[in-house]
C-alpha cells in the first residue's frame, strides 16, 4: 500500500480503483488498490493489462532482485560465522504466474511450472479470491494466452522450465509431490 507503483497504476486507471481506506492520508501511505475492481477492467481489455504489466513489472523485478540479494546475503554471512562451506544453499521459490511473460526467468536457476486441471483452478480461485465463475474464467483465459512463448511442451524442449508439478489434488499431495521433485 502507498508505494510507488501503486501510485503509477493509479495515476494510469483512476482513483476509482483505489479501497475506501480510513488510514490514507495525504502521503498515500495507505493507499491500496481494490484488486477485484481492477481486475475487471485489465482482465475485459487486453490493452489495459499491457498498460498495467507495463506499470508494474518492472517494480516487481526491483522488488525480486532485492530479496534474492537479501537471501543470498544472509546465506553467505550465516556461512562465515559458522566457517562451513557444508551449509546448503537456500532454495528460493518465485511463485509468479506471469514469470516467463515477464522475463524474469533471468532470475532463476530453475523455473517449475505447477499446473492444474482448468476446473480446480476454477475453483480455487472462486472460493480463495471471491470471484464469480466467469471472472475466475476471464482471468485464467487471460493467463492462458502466453503471448507468444509457447506451449509448455515447446517450453520443456527448448529448456526453459526446468519441471513440472502436477496439482490436482490438496495442499498435503502438492507437498510430497514438491518434497519427492526436490
Known sequence: PGSQAVQDVVAEFGSDIVKNNPEQNESNAGMEIDRKKLGAIVFADRSAMAKLEKIVWPHVKTLIIEQINNLRAEWMLAQKEEKSQEAKRPIVILEAAVLLDAGWDDL?????????????????????????KEEADKRITAQGSRRGIGTLQEEIDKGIVTGVIENDGGLEELTLSLKSAL
Open 108 to 132: 532463476l536457476d530453475g523455473v517449475w511450472v505447477v499446473t492444474a486441471p482448468r476446473e480446480v483452478a476454477l475453483d480455487r480461485l472462486v472460493e480463495t479470491r471471491g470471484l464469480s
